[in-house]
């Protein structure tokens, strides 16, 4: 993917946003899938593949993100008819993961950012505010019934 890591510009009014701060657990991540299943729905989007998409950047950033005592935080974005930008922003900045570098075969860490990758238009990192990173993906989507 050429344009992986490339930041899309966010135009200013998203049509529909919702963001929420969740725990940096297990449990956390779990509720980052379920909120966001209850969020599409609520716009009447499609489920798929941002379900899948919001488990594994929320499983990710409990994983590899997580800085005890902070939380970390789960945004939905329709930035134009037809676009929805995910983003997980944890409190570990340092810790950057690298496009094309998902392991071919599931090792300690999964199939996590291979998924991604394939079920994602686009996605990439942005860095900041120190001490913070925020992993984004954004996938085409119809709008209307399901």
């Known amino acids: 993917m050429g344009d992986v890591n490339q930041e899309i510009t966010v135009p200013r009014s998203p049509l529909h946003e919702f963001a929420v701060p969740l725990s940096a657990t297990r449990r956390g991540a779990r509720l980052a899938r379920l909120l966001a299943v209850e969020q599409l729905r609520a716009w009447r ?5 941002a379900r899948l998409i919001v488990a594994e950047l929320a499983a990710n950033a409990v994983l590899h993100g997580r800085v005890p005592g902070r939380n970390f935080r789960l945004a939905l974005m329709v930035t134009a008819p037809g676009v929805l930008r995910i983003e997980v922003t944890d409190a570990r900045g340092e810790s950057v993961p690298v496009a094309g570098c998902a392991a071919p075969e599931p090792g300690e860490s999964g ?6 990758e394939e079920l994602a238009d686009r996605w990439g990192v942005v860095r900041g505010p120190v001490p913070c990173k925020t ?3 954004e996938v085409g989507i119809r709008c209307g019934p399901r």
């Open 45 to 49: 989007l499609p489920l798929d593949p």
């Open 111 to 116: 199939y996590g950012l291979l998924l991604v």
């Open 135 to 137: 992993v984004w993906a």
